[in-house]
Nanobody, 115 residues
């Protein structure tokens, strides 16, 4: 089982930027992603990147967020720009290996965007 450790969250004013990082304890041949769970709501996909570099984004973050990875360091990043209060929530790192498709999750990190 892989361990995922998120970092980089915190409080930021609307219009500001944050960069989240997620370090995996070992290499994942598959995809890694970020999900957001706002209070009282479901956990939704924010962005995902495969080992080959293919990316997908939720429509709500296109043009504002960029997901990237450093495969040598088993780390995925989420650069978040032009933040708005609606982006507030707990952000979870996720891995999904190609071999079995089983999701594994980090503990989550809080991002709060103040208006």
């Amino acid at each position: 089982q892989v361990q995922l450790v998120e970092s980089g969250g915190g409080l930021v004013q609307a219009g500001g930027s944050l960069k989240l990082s997620c370090a995996a304890s070992r290499n994942i041949f598959g995809s890694m992603g970020w999900y957001r769970q706002a209070q009282g709501k479901e956990r939704d996909l924010v962005a995902r990147i495969t080992s080959g570099g293919t990316t997908i984004y939720a429509d709500s973050v296109k043009g504002r967020f960029t997901i990237s990875s450093d495969n040598a360091k088993n780390t995925v990043f989420l650069q978040m720009n032009s933040l708005i209060p609606e982006y507030t929530g707990v952000y979870y790192c996720n891995t999904r290996p190609f071999v079995n498709g089983v999701d594994q999750w980090g503990k989550g990190i809080l991002v709060t965007v103040s208006s």
